[in-house]
C-alpha cells in the first residue's frame, strides 16, 4: 500500500542490541583467549538471552518471542554441541543432529514470524494511520489530553482488546481502576517500555477507554516531534482516538484480525 | 456595611489589644489616646490609630479639648454593639451573564506556554499553570480549577480546532447551568492571561 509517510525515518537496531554485545563479546573471547572460550561465551550468552526473551513473552504473551526464546536456546546448544567442537560431552551423537535439526525449523517459524510482522512493536503504524488524512497545520500543539468521544463495550470486552493487542504488540496495556490505557509502542522503544514501563508511559502518546464508555487521547510531545511536519493537532488526537475505537469495534465483532491485517498492510519496515 | 468597612473591622478586632481598649472604653466616659495607651501600654501611635479607626466606622465618637496645650480628641462608645452584616450575594457575576456570554466562540490559544495538568481520575483538569515574564523576571502562577471548571477546560478546543461556544463547551463537558458563573469567571481570567482566544 502507497501512501506518504508522515513519521521520520528511523534506523534503529534496538532489537538487536543483545545479540550484538553477545557475539562481539564472544568474538573478544576467541581472539584474546581462544576459539573454544569463544564459542563457549557465545553459548551461555544466548543461553541467557534466551531467558530475556522468555522474560519479554511472559511480559507481552507474543509468540514470536517465545519462538526467538526457543531459537537462542537451541543456537547456544548447536554451539556447545556442534561436532567437532564438542564443549559439553555428549553420549549421544543423535542429540547433536536432533538439535541441529530443531534449529533449523525454529530458524524457519522464526523468520516467518519476523517477514509475516508478527516480532513488530506497531507504534509506527499505529501514528502513520492516525495521520494518514492530515493535513499540516502549525502551532497547534497542547498537551491536555483530548475528549475523543464515546463507545460501546463492556469491561470484558475491554479487557480481552487490550489482552489482544498486547499480544499483537500493537498497544501495551496499563490497566487502572475505572479505565485502561493504551500506549503504542515503536520499534526503537521497546526496551523502554519493557524495563520501566511506569516511567516509559510518562511522557508517551496513550489512547484510555474508562469504564463509563469515554475515550480520551494524549500525544505527546516526543511522539508529535517525530513526525515530520507540524500536523493538525486537534485532528491527529481525534483520529487517534476514532482508530482504536474502530479496532475496538473489530474486536468486539470477533474480527480482530483485521486491526493487524490494517496495520500491516501499510508495509512499513521489518525492523523499524 | 461594605466589605471594606467591614474588612477594616475585622481586622482592627483582631488585634491583640482590641479587647483591653474596648473594656477601657466601656468603663470611662470617654478617653483619649494618650490615657489608653499608657493605661495598657501601649505606643501611643498604635492607640491613636485604633482609635480613629473605630471612629470612621462610627463606632467610637469623639471630641476635640483644649486644656492649657495643644487640642486632642477624647473618646466614647457611640454604640453599646457591634454588628457586622456583608451582603455576599453582591459579589456574583451571575447577573452579568447571559446569552451573549454564553454565545463567546473560545478556544486554546497557540503556543500559550501553559501547563494543564489532569486530575487523578483523568477526566477534568486540576489545575493551570502559567508562566509570565521573561528571564529572572519570570514568575509562575498557578490556578486550582473547581471540578465543573475543569470539565468545561477539558473539552475547550485545542489551538487548531474550530472556535466553540461557552455553552456548546459545557453540553460537551455535562456541566450544570448553576455552574456557568465560575465558568465564565475561568473564562474571562485564562483570556486574561492569553492561554484562551476568542472570535
Not at chain 1, 497547534?140 to 480481552?160: A, C, K, M, V
Not at chain 2, 478586632?13 to 495598657?40: G, M, P, V
Not at chain 2, 451573564?97 to 506556554?113: P, S, Y
Request: a neutral charge; glycine letters at 6%.
Amino acid at each position: 500500500m502507497y501512501f506518504a509517510r508522515k513519521l521520520k525515518q528511523d534506523f534503529s537496531i534496538t532489537g538487536f542490541i543483545p545479540a550484538i554485545i553477545c557475539l562481539s563479546i564472544g568474538a573478544l573471547i576467541w581472539i584474546f583467549i581462544d576459539h573454544k572460550a569463544g564459542l563457549l561465551a557465545v553459548s551461555v550468552f544466548f543461553g541467557l538471552y534466551a531467558g530475556f526473551s522468555i522474560w519479554i513473552f511472559i511480559r507481552t504473551r507474543n509468540i514470536s518471542y517465545l519462538t526467538a526464546s526457543l531459537w537462542q536456546l537451541l543456537f547456544g546448544l548447536y554451539l556447545a554441541t556442534r561436532p567437532g567442537y564438542l564443549l559439553i560431552p555428549v553420549f549421544n551423537s543423535k542429540i547433536t543432529a536432533l538439535i541441529t535439526l530443531f534449529l533449523l525449523a525454529s530458524t524457519v517459524w522464526l523468520f516467518f514470524l519476523v517477514f509475516t510482522r508478527r516480532a513488530k512493536w506497531k507504534g509506527r503504524e499505529i501514528f502513520e494511520l492516525a495521520s494518514m488524512s492530515i493535513e499540516p497545520q502549525p502551532d497547534g500543539f497542547t498537551e491536555r489530553p483530548h475528549p475523543s468521544g464515546r463507545s460501546e463495550y463492556t469491561r470484558n470486552d475491554l479487557i480481552g482488546f487490550a489482552e489482544f493487542l498486547r499480544k499483537h504488540l500493537v498497544a501495551m496495556p496499563y490497566f487502572e481502576e475505572n479505565r485502561v490505557v493504551f500506549v503504542p509502542v515503536k520499534m526503537e522503544d521497546e526496551f523502554g517500555y519493557l524495563f520501566n514501563p511506569e516511567k516509559f508511559r510518562q511522557n508517551r502518546s496513550w489512547i484510555a477507554f474508562d469504564f463509563q464508555g469515554n475515550v480520551t487521547v494524549n500525544i505527546s510531545r516526543i511522539d508529535y516531534l517525530d513526525y515530520k511536519e507540524e500536523l493538525s493537532f486537534d485532528q491527529l488526537c481525534d483520529n487517534l482516538g476514532k482508530l482504536f475505537i474502530e479496532f475496538l469495534k473489530y474486536y468486539r465483532k470477533g474480527e480482530a484480525d483485521r486491526i493487524v491485517n490494517k496495520l500491516n498492510k501499510l508495509g512499513l519496515g521489518l525492523t523499524y | 456595611m461594605d466589605f471594606k468597612e467591614a474588612a477594616k473591622l475585622g481586622s482592627c478586632l483582631s488585634k491583640d489589644y482590641a479587647e483591653d481598649l474596648f473594656r477601657l472604653l466601656a468603663t470611662y466616659e470617654s478617653i483619649s489616646a494618650s490615657e489608653a495607651a499608657s493605661r495598657l501600654d501601649l505606643h501611643i501611635k498604635t492607640v491613636q490609630d485604633f482609635l480613629e479607626d473605630m471612629y470612621n466606622l462610627k463606632i467610637l465618637d469623639r471630641e476635640e479639648v483644649y486644656e492649657g496645650k495643644r487640642p486632642y480628641f477624647r473618646y466614647w462608645l457611640k454604640t453599646n454593639q457591634i454588628t457586622m452584616s456583608i451582603d455576599l450575594t453582591t459579589f456574583s457575576q451571575g447577573e452579568e451573564v447571559n446569552d451573549i456570554r454564553l454565545k463567546l466562540k473560545i478556544r486554546e490559544k497557540r503556543n500559550a506556554g501553559v501547563k494543564f495538568t489532569t486530575s487523578r481520575s483523568n477526566d477534568y483538569i486540576s489545575s493551570v499553570t502559567i508562566w509570565m515574564g521573561e528571564g529572572r523576571n519570570r514568575t509562575e502562577r498557578k490556578i486550582n480549577l473547581s471540578i465543573p471548571q475543569g470539565r468545561f477546560l477539558f473539552h475547550l478546543p485545542f489551538p487548531n480546532a474550530d472556535y466553540l461556544n461557552i455553552k456548546e463547551i459545557m453540553r460537551k463537558a455535562q456541566t450544570d447551568s448553576t455552574n456557568i458563573p465560575e465558568i465564565i469567571d475561568i473564562v474571562n481570567v485564562l483570556t486574561e492571561f492569553g492561554v484562551i482566544e476568542t472570535t
